[in-house]
């Protein structure tokens, strides 16, 4: 409460900021702010973590993707502005902080860090340290992988509770923070969070601060197109119809345990360096019961088939055609995976992209693709592939370099048994060669 009454007494408050104040207090360690523009989303986190550091002697951080951005958007105009209205006492010291490295250092001693996650050095130097608090702002410019990174460094013992902090103005679905505050699913392992109480979000928008805008801000809002007014008005997460691939799967139906393996299993493959890939499924009176993935990171045809054999799994190896071509090793993928004993196919060639993923989806649709939960890959995949430029992207961020090769292996698998009808025809899964 004392909090609160803080609030109360020095700044404009809005009903909204006050609620936002109460659940960065809770229980919970992850907490994010997601809206519409102007919002008070920002200012009233940099609020949070500088009553944080009044309280106890302690190092605080905020991050952004860009250095630039953090420093102009954050060292450069929130912070001062909290600082003026909310913390006077506090100006002296804000003055003679460290404009070299972006620290500010409080009168107890408490430290408060601002760095960029594109500048390597800064980030070594950052990551070298403890912390008590952790706020990546603009959250939906940072890939994931980078915030799990960082995130290791919320371990400075100062007697504060550790706290994650998160804002932004929200993307379409398929981003990682749709996914892990929205549906408490992990975006990397693809399944339920472990503490879905360590986790929370509120939506704030800008009709939330309206006391605190210019004049016509709204206005201006309201004229803006479609899309753009559900991210910057409304704050809401916009539908990734757009582009998606995959736009058939539905987890809660196409996610449900499989039958045991028994007869033939069919394997899909994807030949590639990072990752090499394969999904093991069995093909049942019409049905793809996808059992099993293999995810190698850093690895080659040999490691996968070794990988197959330790896990006992052998049987008819449905592969990219490009395989075939002989690499500079003297052998082909395939001529490798005939070598371990496995048998492929009479015929294999690759068809159209767009046919493949099309026939995916056409066999989701009919409801004849089901997926074991224990493959959190290909539950990712399906989820995440989108269309970019006529192409399946794999360049935008970092994480879809990952993305699109285990689902290729499905697509594999479903178009040489059972093609678009016009396409093909049905291929016996016994004519091997």
Known sequence: MAILERLKRTIKKTLIQIKAIKLMAGIATYIMLYGGSRSGKTFIIVYAIIVRASKKKSRHVILRHRFNAVKTAIWMDTMPKVIDLAFPKLKDSWFRRNKTDFVWVLPNGSEIWVAGLDDEKRVEKILGKEYSTMYFNECSEIVYSSIEIA????????????????????????????????????????EPVDEPEDYASMIMNPKDNVDNLSKGYLKRLSRLSEEMRKRFEDGEFTDANDGEAYYAFVREDHVKETPKAAGTLLIGMDFNVDPMTAIICQYINGIFYIQDEVFLRNS???????????????????????????????????????????????????????????????????????V??????????????????????????????????????????????????????????????
């Open 300 to 370: 080659d045809t040999f490691k996968m088939c070794d990988a197959l054999l330790k896990k006992r799994y052998r049987g008819l190896v449905i592969p990219d055609s490009t395989g075939k071509n002989r690499k500079t090793s003297g052998k082909s993928d395939h001529q490798i995976l005939k070598d371990y004993g496995y048998k492929i196919p009479n015929g294999i060639k690759n068809p159209f992209v767009s046919d493949r993923v099309n026939n995916v989806n056409r066999l989701l649709t009919e409801g004849r693709i089901i």
């Open 372 to 433: 074991d939960p224990k493959c959190r890959k290909l539950i990712g995949d399906l989820e995440k592939v989108v269309w970019k430029d006529n192409k399946l992207d794999q360049k935008s961020t970092p994480e879809a370099k990952l993305l699109t090769h285990i689902s290729d292996c499905l697509g594999y698998v479903c178009w040489h048994i059972d093609p678009i009808v016009g396409y093909g025809e049905e291929v016996s899964i016994t004519r091997m060669r």
């Open 151 to 190: 995130i290791t460094r919320l371990a400075e013992d100062s007697g504060l509770v550790p706290k994650i902090y998160m804002d932004m103005n929200p993307p379409t679905k398929r981003h990682w923070s749709y996914s892990l505050f929205i549906k408490l699913i992990d975006p990397i392992m693809n």
